[in-house]
């Protein structure tokens, strides 16, 4: 692609300006008129989107990959076609690259480690979605310190990554991704897999501590060397403890089969060189008993310990106790009364009755007495100047008799005899 699209219009994306520029598309920064947010814009070149397969296989990927969250992954917010351009629309990182850093020398085993081993993180979790990146190499490694306190990585350029198959050229011929840190299958057209891109992370591990790729020159010359010749020592070129050669030399075997299984084994077992350690297996370390240790200058007849020695020790205690809980002060129950017993005490409720009995009687007496003379008190001597009453007529009894009239008169009396006299008793 030789036209410069900046200042252009792609879509409802203003092109600002060059990020960079590849055999195969140009990196721009653009910004989202839709959203205001700044963006990179990688515009395909147009021989390639004129070739069916790749359109296909683009759109194809393009849609995978934008369904992937990792924290290394750069995230892929749009693609499409306008005017017959493809283009990929994935967040800015403000940073560096990777080849940028290395372009200045070799960096140090520490930040190598640190760098690569977030690339690791990114292509195993590719991988494990049956993912193949296909353009591993320090371009495409993305480096901010803006982010956390420490450097962060994001694996950017995903428009060839596709699942393991075959035919990894166009119909024109042409070779997708880059041969600088190409594997050797992929170069052939054989089958990929996940340790494709292991194979391009170990040139990229060489690279970053040589400050160089493993080959180098023109690009025939660079694939014999992938294709036919073993990888030259690192330590060649820099001081490194041996053992990181025969990291690489796996790292880059020609047989996948030879190769690490995982890109996470690759950087942890080049931690391990660079360290000096032994290589750590990647699984859980074998359970082994622990062995027995002897008492320095032991007799061989010792003498047997005391046997108070041998008690089991008693756990140790805390050494403040907690308070013991407060028990509720128990409830005092009357146990019940005894049949035909009341709950009044006998020797006091004995005499009770005796005071309603004599209340009782005298209402009763003068209810009797008030009755008696309203109604016959004064029947026995009337006043001097009361009438007499008329007496009643003889009644005949038998023939010739007649009873003696009966006079009302009572018989005289001269006085009338008093009442008693009642003394009322107050209760004791």
């Known amino acids: 692609m030789s036209e410069d699209l900046t200042g252009r219009r792609l879509g409802h994306y203003r092109i600002d300006g060059v990020l960079g520029k590849g055999g195969m598309s140009v990196m721009y920064r653009a910004t989202d008129i839709r959203l205001g947010r700044k963006v990179a814009l990688k515009v395909i070149a147009e021989h390639l989107t004129e070739d069916p397969e790749f359109r296909e296989r683009f759109v194809d990927e393009a849609r995978n990959t934008s369904a992937i969250d990792h924290a290394n992954v750069v995230p892929l917010y749009d693609f499409g076609e306008v005017d017959g351009l493809l283009y990929i629309a994935m967040r800015l990182v403000d ?29 195993d979790n590719l991988h494990e979605r049956g993912l193949v990146h296909l353009d591993v190499k320090p371009a495409n490694v993305l480096v901010t310190a803006r982010e956390s306190a420490t450097e962060h990585v994001y694996l950017a350029d995903f428009g060839l990554t596709r699942r393991g198959a075959t035919g990894h050229r166009t119909r024109g011929g042409d070779f997708l991704g880059s041969p600088t840190y190409a594997a050797p299958e992929h170069l052939r057209g054989e089958p990929v897999d996940g340790r494709t891109d292991a194979y391009s992370l170990a040139c990229v591990l060489f690279a970053c501590l040589a400050g160089r790729p493993p080959f180098h020159g023109q690009v025939s010359e660079v694939i014999q060397g992938h294709l036919n010749r073993e990888p030259p020592a690192l330590t060649d070129y820099v001081a490194l403890p041996p053992a990181i050669d025969e990291v690489i030399r796996r790292g880059m075997a020609k047989s996948p089969t030879r190769r690490y299984a995982s890109c996470r084994e690759l950087i942890a077992t080049a931690r391990h060189a660079l360290s000096g350690a032994p290589p750590r297996p990647m699984g859980p370390p074998p359970s082994r008993p622990l062995p027995t240790q002897s008492l320095p200058n032991t007799p061989p007849n010792p003498t047997p310990l005391n046997p108070t020695l041998l008690a089991p020790i008693e756990p140790m205690r805390p050494q403040y106790r907690s308070p013991p809980p407060i028990q509720p002060e128990p409830v005092r129950l009357r146990p019940p009364a005894p049949v035909r017993t009341t709950a009044f005490d006998e020797r006091k409720s004995g005499n009770r009755w005796i005071a309603p009995v004599i209340v009782g009687v005298v209402a009763i007496g003068l209810i009797a007495g008030a009755i008696f003379l309203l109604t016959g008190g004064f029947d026995g001597g009337g006043d001097p100047g009361d009438t007499p009453a008329p007496t009643a007529p003889p009644i005949k009894v038998g023939p010739g008799e007649t009873s003696a009239p009966r006079s009302s008169t009572p018989p005289h009396s001269t006085s009338r005899k008093p009442l008693p006299s009642i003394t009322i008793v107050p209760p004791p």
């Open 95 to 123: 940073g560096s690259d990777m080849a940028s850093l290395v372009k200045d020398g070799p960096l140090t085993p520490q930040r190598t480690l640190s760098l690569l081993a977030q690339v690791a993180e990114a292509l």
